[in-house]
């Protein structure tokens, strides 16, 4: 039977800073149905833009805590333990491996709240401890979900789970919609109008594989076109990226524009969008620059294939710039075609990825964990 009172659930991360996982969880919170679900935010390490983002959340927590293993780890797992027994959640959901550590520590013994695992990389992708760990974490969890059909398979494989309890539920794909028109937006950067603007949004990481980007521009560059790639996110391989760009003499021509907070500006004044990621769990780039129209050259991988379908993109093996510079080539030179690819991606987008389903599945699966509480609290 319905609970009467509204259902609470705590989401805990290890930051909200720059990050797809980060802005699918303020997606989440601010998508949530006010009337029939309360949540709050706990941030393991610090707090950040998509934290700032997140509006009419109940509580914001930010714990300090530099690692999950030290004083201050161990400091910050008593800290959520009171914030969760203060709160009386229904639900804990986790996002990432840090996360799901500290609230498996946080909750031991506790059979009044469910922990959930959001699994947002391919299990490949996690930490070795995790891979020690994850009996134990997997007996602690109620459920995990899976924001792609490829990390579900993966981590049923890697973990043996039965796949009852791991749920699908895809990314949502925002709207990219930016607050000033394609001509002001390619004012603002600085493009002109014969420029042709490709446009790549992701972590500087090497699973992200923007070299392989930098080196396909630089061909589309030797080709006489008149080009320009704008780059943005953050990350540990920026100088390295950069410098590449220094040695393929393309000093001016590409711009690392850094955390943007407003991407679907860089879209709007985007010709093509590439994405050259060697794993992935669904990327949230390439679902906005499905909702922007933009033809899109991706890495031939299974999330990517997930997302974009058979006609969404122009695809390539992953690290074969060459064949990154193929389908650049294509959408620069026939701009019907490029039209075509764009638009098919956007119905896609629209059709698959829309966020009042996504969210209306989501609440569902939380009332239903609610109830089954509620059943198990009874005497």
């Known amino acids: 039977m319905r609970s009467p009172r509204k259902c609470r659930i705590l989401f805990v991360i290890h930051h909200m800073g720059v990050g797809g996982a980060q802005k699918q ?7 949530l149905d006010r009337e029939r679900f309360q949540s709050d935010v706990v941030c393991i390490t610090r707090g950040g833009a998509n934290l700032d983002s997140i509006s009419d959340v109940h509580g914001k927590y930010i714990l300090g805590a ?11 797992t008593l800290r959520l333990s009171a914030i969760i027994r203060s709160g009386a959640y229904d639900i804990v959901e986790a996002y990432l491996p840090a996360a799901h550590l500290l609230c498996a520590l946080a909750l031991c013994g506790s059979k009044h709240t469910a922990l959930i695992a959001s699994r947002r990389n391919l299990a490949s992708l996690d930490p070795t401890w995790f891979a020690r760990l994850a009996p134990l974490l997997n007996r602690a969890t109620w459920l995990s979900i899976a924001n792609s059909r490829s990390v579900k398979r993966s981590v049923i494989e890697r973990y043996d789970l039965n796949p009852s309890k791991v749920f699908l539920l895809p990314n949502i794909a925002e709207r990219a919609v930016a607050s000033f028109s394609r001509a002001d937006a390619r004012s603002r950067l600085g493009l002109g109008d014969g420029q042709y603007a490709v446009a790549a949004a992701a972590t500087f990481s090497p699973v992200k594989d923007y070299p ?18 704008l780059l943005a996110g953050e990350g540990g391989c920026l100088g390295e990226c950069a ?11 590409v711009r690392f ?14 010709d093509a969008f590439v994405h050259a990621s060697r794993s992935e769990g669904m990327s949230n780039s390439v679902l906005e620059a499905m909702s922007a129209g933009l033809p899109i050259v ?8 997930e997302a974009l379908g058979r006609e969404g993109a122009f695809f390539f093996s992953p690290g074969d710039w060459r064949g990154c510079l193929q389908g650049l080539v294509t959408f620069a030179d026939d701009t019907a075609v490029a039209v075509d690819t764009g ?3 956007r ?8 966020g009042k389903r996504t969210m209306r599945r989501r609440e569902r699966l939380y009332l239903r964990i609610q109830d089954a509480i509620n059943a198990f609290d009874k005497p």
Do not use: H
Request: zero cysteines.
């Open 343 to 345: 638009m098919s991606a």
């Open 212 to 229: 392989t980007i930098i080196r396909a521009f630089a061909g589309l560059r030797r080709s006489g076109r008149e080009a320009v790639l």
């Open 243 to 253: 410098a590449l760009a220094r040695s393929l003499d393309l000093n001016g021509e």
């Open 66 to 76: 530099a690692k999950v293993y030290d004083a201050r780890g161990l400091a910050a």
């Open 257 to 270: 524009l850094g955390s943007v907070k407003e991407v679907a500006s860089v879209l709007a004044a985007a």
């Open 25 to 31: 969880l303020a997606r989440t919170v601010n998508l």
């Open 347 to 354: 119905r896609r987008a629209i059709r698959l990825f829309d």
């Open 298 to 305: 991706a890495s031939d991988i299974p999330a990517n294939r």
